[in-house]
């Protein structure tokens, strides 16, 4: 892992939750008012904290995490053929996902919310009512997309290749994490 991945993933993420907190603010706009006026308003409510927040988790605990994981799949499956590449999707899938997502929402909840018996039961909830919904569009997203990933690409570039599906993805994170 580099200092060069961590601020590509930093970049990303601050992206990804700029595009949620616009879709967020677009569809709460009144479509009376001008794309303009709509924009303007942006830039007065834009949450510069939040997406500081998403930028240090997808460079300092996203991308060092995820590209431990990688290694390790790749000692587990070191081949390049068919059952290994899908062995692998299935491992990222059903082992990685679901960690991930969880120490998402807790880490956003502690942030957001400081250590508190609030962040407790915000995560809770999160664990139990919103992580459910997410995994499963994790798996429609990123599993088609983890088999391309690792049948085409090099390991060295895989963190490169999620961060550029990631921008999508992220805005989609960052919108179920504000709920």
Known sequence: MSRKSMLQSAVIWSIGDTIAQYMSFYSSSSSKVSDGAVAAGFFDQFDTRRTLIAASY?????????????????????????????????????????????????????????????????????????????????????MPLQFVNFFFVAPHRWILTVNLAAIPWTAYLSYMEAK
């Open 58 to 142: 997808g460079g300092l605990v996203f991308t060092p995490i995820a590209s431990r994981w990688y290694q390790h799949v790749v000692r587990l499956f070191p081949q390049t053929t068919l059952p290994s590449i899908t062995r692998r999707v299935l491992a990222d899938q059903l082992l990685w996902s679901p960690v991930a997502l969880a120490i998402y929402f807790s880490t956003m909840s502690l942030v957001h919310l400081g250590p508190s018996i609030d962040a407790v039961h915000d995560v809770q909830y999160k664990i139990g009512t919103v992580l459910p919904p997410t995994l499963v569009t994790n798996w429609m997203f990123w």
